[in-house]
């Protein structure tokens, strides 16, 4: 008796029915795509979002400093020295539209000087002149002229330095900004 040597043994090993192996091959592929999609899908509404918050952020940083510098402008087109001058009282007691003395305790404080409401924060329920930048009127604007700092000389001429803050604050689009820009002016 003789053994065939060339008979195919690899047969052995392997089952007849290979069919069930392709089809368990295509549900992983499915599956690692449907991971992936979803994966993608999360990270563009997350973006989505932050580049909305942007947005948001942008639009009232942007109202915010367009009111400040409205307010400069407002003192860079003033001509009456005596309309440049605020009045000896501090922001919380009158309301005197663009421009106001600052905190006599606390000049700098942005708080001290724009919380007209007494609660500590700076908000809309504080009284400020409306922006005309904003038609809906969450935006408002303030000068306040700070208090000439001592040891300034004064002696140079007729002519004296005055320092201002101009600030712009908004609550529009959903966000608060706040900007303060500081003015010199001669006169």
Known sequence: ?????????SNL????????????????ILLLLTFIGITATNTTIVEKSVVRSDSVF????????SAALEGVQRLVNESDPDELLAPLVTVASTNFGLLYSADPIEPTSDVANLDTGG??????GDTFEISEIDPDNDTYRVVVQL???????LSLGASRLYS????????????????K???????
């Open 164 to 179: 201002y803050s101009a600030y712009g604050y908004t609550e529009a689009k959903g966000g608060r900004s706040l900007i």
């Open 13 to 28: 090993l392997l089952p007849d029915n290979e069919r069930g192996v392709a089809i368990i091959t295509v549900l992983l």
């Open 119 to 124: 609660d500590g924060v700076i908000d809309s």
């Open 147 to 153: 208090p000439i700092s001592s040891g300034s000389s």
């Open 181 to 187: 820009i500081g003015y010199k002016r001669r006169f």
């Open 58 to 65: 942008e639009q009232g940083f942007y109202l915010a400093e």
């Open 1 to 9: 008796m003789s053994i065939n040597s060339n008979k195919n043994t």
